[in-house]
């Protein structure tokens, strides 16, 4: 091999192993960023100067926003009850337990935010899963969930600035709240969710029965499983709670109608300890039924001024 040769030959070498370096550092790129979900599963994210992200659920888009996300697609009820966008601002994919999979494809997003809560949203991943769209489950029940939630979502944005604001700051006031609570508390409630039919009693599934809890306030609701499903005036005669908490699900004045004719309008509850003490109460829908998620220091604040208004002026 003369001296022209053994170059040439070097210098084909030398663009070979060039071309893979740059096949390798592609390789690398296409999966740019990932995230953790609420059911352990990580998720690789392609590269996009602008990540085109769709959430089914309000709560979690919610959460998408106040970690600096704008999603191009989401639920009705974002848009039309919530008001977290403007209808100009995003897609409507549909309702939350009713998605439309062929809007949601047309939008041709990088990543699927689903709600581990609701059922028809396992079978909308199974889709995604053939059609090989990122998605990942997500929950938040309580508020170890939503900071969870957030920093995964704060690590795609790349908002720790937000991160910071919205959950570092709001997990310094519940602890300046729960470091107040007595030890030795004895306080009783009923926790129950009223809608236009019916009232059932809660546990700690939904963030007032966690923040119950949190307050040392024993739930008597788990000593009466039967009333679950349908909260009598003789489960809560038999009970007598120190408090009666509700919140309204769905049409807030169809759930208040249904107290009142059910029970407010009964001397027996009006005998009640918790109701002659000034002890029931409908607490607002926007701290407790939707999840608070930036606002659970509010809502921890709200049920301690409740129990301990000795403590909680």
Not at 31 to 39: A, L, P
Not at 93 to 111: A, C, M, R
Not at 208 to 219: R, S, T, Y
Request: negative net charge; contains cysteine; hydrophobic residues 40%.
């Amino acid at each position: 091999m003369n001296k022209l040769q053994k170059i040439i030959c070097f210098a084909l070498i030398f663009c070979f192993l060039l071309l893979c370096g740059c096949e390798d550092n592609n390789i690398h790129s296409v999966y740019s960023k990932e995230i953790t979900d609420s059911e352990g599963n990580t998720v690789k994210i392609a590269e996009a100067k602008n990540l085109k992200v769709v959430s089914c659920h309000a709560s979690l888009t919610e959460c998408f926003i106040l970690a600096g996300g704008k999603p191009v697609g989401v639920t009705r009820d974002v848009i039309e009850e919530r008001h977290l966008l403007a209808a100009e601002d995003a897609e409507i994919i549909g309702d939350v337990k009713n998605i439309n999979l062929e809007t949601l494809i047309s939008l041709e997003p990088d990543f699927v935010i689903l709600s581990s809560d609701i059922a028809t949203h396992k079978k909308l991943a199974e889709n995604l899963e053939q059609l090989s769209v990122p998605y990942g489950f997500f929950r938040e029940d309580t508020f170890e969930d939503y900071m969870f939630v957030m920093q995964g979502f704060c690590n795609l944005t790349g908002r720790d600035d937000l991160f910071l604001k919205n959950v570092t700051e709001v997990e310094k006031r519940i602890k300046q709240i729960t470091s107040k609570i007595p030890e030795n508390s004895e306080k009783t409630a009923i926790l129950a969710r009223t809608f236009s039919t019916g009232i059932k009693a809660k546990t700690d599934d939904n963030p007032a029965g966690v923040i119950l809890k949190d307050l040392k306030v024993k739930n008597l609701a788990e000593d009466y499983p039967s009333s679950l499903e349908s909260l009598s005036l003789e489960a809560l005669i038999k009970c007598n709670p120190d408090f009666i908490l509700t919140y309204p699900m769905g049409d807030e004045k169809a759930a208040k109608s249904y107290l009142n004719s059910t029970l407010e309008s009964s001397p027996a509850f009006n005998s009640l300890s918790a109701v002659k003490t000034g002890n029931y109460h409908l607490l607002p829908k926007q701290l407790f039924q939707y999840k608070p998620n930036n606002r659970w220091d509010e809502s921890y604040e709200y049920l301690a001024k409740i129990i301990y208004p000795e403590i909680f002026k």
